[in-house]
């Protein structure tokens, strides 16, 4: 539909079966006039701002202006804001147009950012006077995207720890919240390490929840660059593989297709440090 070039290897990111991420990933391909997915474009983080970066030209064009600065990611971020200091999922209108004010007071965007499929209306809200519409960011990865690097901007800005931070103790509560907000999770498992050099489970290591969180952790592997692996990513992965053998070898296959610290070379160093019966009895449930 988009007129793209399909990849020739095989596709081992399991979002590329959404079609939301598929569409935003194709958008933003032609929109930036290329044909292929481009190299290097593996992380998920580049795709993101890659499709902000679009919308903002696009806005430009519709309005036949110079804006002068990052208005729809001010914007954006302005909703996700009020979201995370309500914590709520949703915005009344009202409150979404007022947060979007405190931002970008030249530009009147909630109508566009709803028109651009950036926001989407979601309900009413109703009380005994009025209703008004409801807006959220339009799909789910955006939203966790978003929110996870207002959360982070605000928790490495703060004197306390990381793990301190209200909000952050707010999504890591228990295990039930951790589970609520796994996409964000992981999202933040993406952003710390690229961003930061920072992994996320570091933070957590004497959490009784430690393990649910190095679970999401690992699956979100498969959508960091190939420059933010360390030494500690693979510290981290082998403690995985040690809780979930199978799940995380997954995920290490996944990866181990690109050149980084976890590539086939690693991977094949890993399984000459077990006999052979025992490294073919394992890659067979593979095979």
């Known amino acids: 539909f988009y007129g793209l070039t399909p990849p020739v290897t095989p596709i081992l990111q399991p979002e590329l079966g959404n079609p939301l991420y598929l569409k935003l990933l194709c958008e933003t391909l032609r929109s930036k006039g290329e044909s292929t997915l481009p190299k290097g474009w593996k992380g998920l ?30 914007a954006l971020t302005a909703v996700v ?4 200091n309500e914590n709520a999922s949703s915005l009344s209108w009202s409150k979404a147009q007022a947060a979007i004010k405190t931002e970008c007071q030249d530009w009147d965007v909630l109508d566009w950012l709803v028109k651009a499929d950036l926001l989407i209306e979601d309900g009413e809200e109703n ?29 490495m800005n703060a004197d306390t720890a990381f793990s301190e931070n209200e909000v952050v103790k707010i999504k890591f509560k228990d295990r039930e919240s951790i589970l609520q907000n796994s996409g964000l999770i992981e999202a933040m498992s993406i952003i710390l390490p690229e961003e930061h050099q920072m992994e996320l ?17 690992t699956k979100a592997l498969t959508w960091r660059t190939s420059e933010s692996i360390s030494d500690q990513t693979i510290a981290l992965a082998r403690e995985s593989l040690k809780r979930d053998g199978f799940g995380t070898m997954n995920v290490l296959f996944a990866i181990s297709v690109d050149p980084s610290r976890i590539d086939a070379f ?22």
């Not at 795709?47 to 990611?73: P, R």
């Open 45 to 74: 983080l580049q795709v993101i701002k890659g499709f902000l970066e679009e919308k903002e030209k696009q806005f430009s064009q519709e309005i036949d202006k110079n804006t002068g600065g990052a208005v729809i990611a001010k």
């Open 81 to 84: 804001r009020r979201l995370v």
């Open 127 to 155: 009380d005994l006077l009025s209703s008004e519409a409801l807006v959220r960011p339009a799909f789910e990865r955006l939203g966790d995207f978003l929110l996870a690097m207002e959360i982070i901007k605000r928790a």
């Open 201 to 217: 489970p570091d933070f957590f290591k004497e959490s009784d929840n430690f393990d649910l969180i190095l679970e999401i952790f």
């Open 266 to 287: 690693w991977l094949n160093a890993l399984f000459l440090q077990t006999s052979s019966p025992k490294r073919d009895a394992a890659l067979s449930e593979f095979l």
